[in-house]
């Protein structure tokens, strides 16, 4: 597609429910990562996923937290038994390559926005 | 903890005046991205700076990079109403292991009044 494209674009849930949120990035793009930006604040990294290599997982908060990509597309983040500290809006970008490697820039999609009740 | 800090974290000035941001980080890296972000939507790229430059230009925008300070500032030159957003500085920590993680600092909020 043109952009990446996220959904849901909102998602309310109780507290202790399982949700998924679904990231198509660039047609092309072997890098695909994964922010959560809560209201007012910078955007915190959760993980990223280029080409075949193992992801980086580093900045899951904790294990109700995982995320996949299938065929080096479709990326779905997964959080499991939400809690009220899960509220914020959850950003996936793509890159052509990884951003540290030579001018490769971040094309972000609109975001998630997730409430826990 | 975050990489980069921005400052100040508001910002607000007249139509026409330049608005200079600043942003520090803690450990070397490979390059230094500026973002903007719209109320309520994605972040959108403006300006790549490589750690062996020292200054970029793009229209009325303008990066510094000091390595030896581990900072950046960004310039918007004659500031319009729609330079209105927040503006973040993102890096990517050397060494190959962390090649891909891109951090972003907190951001400064930049108002534009008319």
């Known amino acids: 597609g043109a952009g990446v494209s996220q959904s849901p674009s909102n998602k309310v849930t109780e507290k202790g429910k399982d949700v998924e949120l679904r990231c198509d990035p660039i047609s092309g793009h072997t890098a695909l990562y994964w922010y959560r930006q809560s209201l007012g604040q910078g955007l915190e990294f959760l993980i990223y996923?280029?080409?075949?290599?193992?992801?980086?997982k580093s900045g899951l908060p904790s294990d109700r937290f995982s995320a996949e990509r299938t065929g080096g597309s479709v990326s779905t983040l997964t959080i499991q038994r939400t809690q009220q500290e899960d509220s914020a809006v959850y950003l996936c970008a793509s890159s052509l390559g990884l951003a540290g490697a030579g001018a490769n820039v971040l094309t972000f999609g609109a975001g998630s926005r997730l409430t826990v009740l | 903890s975050q990489q980069g800090e921005e400052d100040p974290q508001a910002l607000s000035i007249q139509e026409g005046e330049n608005a200079t941001m600043n942003c520090s980080y803690k450990?070397?890296?490979?390059?230094l991205q500026w973002y903007r972000q719209n109320s309520g939507r994605g972040l959108v790229h403006l300006i790549l700076i490589r750690s062996n430059e020292r200054e970029k230009h793009s229209g009325r925008l303008r990066v510094t990079l000091d390595t030896s300070k581990k900072s950046s500032s960004l310039l918007i030159t004659a500031s319009r109403a729609a330079d209105t957003a927040s503006y973040f500085c993102?890096?990517?920590?050397?060494?190959?292991?962390?090649?891909?993680?891109?951090?972003f600092g907190q951001g400064t909020t930049l108002q534009v009044k008319p």
């Open positions: 993102a890096t990517t920590p050397r060494g190959s292991s962390n090649t891909g993680k891109l951090i």
């Open positions: 996923f280029q080409g075949n290599s193992a992801p980086d």
């Open positions: 450990t070397s890296i490979n390059n």
